[in-house]
């Protein structure tokens, strides 16, 4: 399976404080993606990269910054993180186009 | 814009049952229809998937036909296995003018197999 690691895999903090959630893959694929998964929502892409330092928004951008400034590491930023981001948060990643997107383990983060 | 509906859940059955996990969908265009499954602690996988109208996807006994006419792309297995419970997640795909494909997911169908 492809090499895709987030770290960390849980996290507590409070809120309005900055969250960095970061994801690794070691497959060298061009694509990469952040979702959020919620009860009744199922997943939601937030950000996804096409390349590096090329990004654009998902379904669900509001509150959230994406950097990719290599090709294996994909940044999650929560500038001021509040409580309706709590959720667990998966990264993709994709080699070509009719290639399948790979998953991370998740990351479940909780804003007090 | 695009979406899709699955089947509420959770289903549990009894193993060596017949399986069936309803997904319709609304899309413009002509997408590519995916079954992902989730077990446990995990990521998701993808189970199979279909390009165009009339594929049928399989993998590990579960099938699913992509129909236009009902836009609908159910999965299906014939005898299931405790092994199998997880959730089940239908999507569809959306090109991106980058040369990918973006993702929209149903809720998800958590499936539960009692030996």
């Known amino acids: 399976d492809a090499g895709i690691t987030q770290s960390p895999r849980h996290k507590v903090t409070e809120t309005g404080t900055p969250v960095t959630l970061r994801c690794h893959q070691t497959?060298?694929?061009?694509?990469m993606y952040w979702y959020r998964q919620d009860p009744g929502h199922g997943l939601r892409l937030i950000h996804y990269?096409?390349?590096?330092?090329?990004?654009d928004k998902g379904e669900v951008s509001d509150g959230y910054s994406v950097s990719r400034s290599k090709t294996e590491d994909f940044l999650l930023t929560l500038e001021s993180a509040t409580s309706s981001q709590t959720s667990v948060y998966f990264c993709?990643?994709?080699?070509?186009?009719?290639?399948?997107?790979?998953f991370g383990d998740g990351t479940r983060l909780s804003i007090l | 814009g695009d979406s899709v509906t699955q089947m509420e859940g959770p289903v549990t059955l009894s193993e060596e049952a017949f399986l069936t996990i309803n997904c319709t969908y609304t899309?413009?265009?002509?997408?590519?229809l995916f079954w992902y499954v989730q077990y446990p602690g995990e990521g998701l996988q993808l189970l199979l998937k279909a390009t165009k109208a009339d594929d049928k996807g399989s993998n590990k006994g579960f099938e699913a036909t992509y129909r236009k006419e009902t836009t609908s792309f159910h999965l299906e297995k014939g005898s299931v296995q405790v092994s199998d419970s997880a959730v089940y997640f239908c999507a569809l795909s959306d090109r991106t003018n980058f040369g990918n494909e973006k993702l929209t997911f149903g809720t998800g169908t958590r499936l539960t197999i009692i030996p």
């Open positions: 990269s096409y390349g590096v330092k090329d990004t």
């Open positions: 993709a990643s994709q080699g070509g186009s009719n290639q399948p997107q790979h």
């Open positions: 899309a413009t265009g002509y997408p590519s």
């Open positions: 497959e060298n694929h061009r694509y």
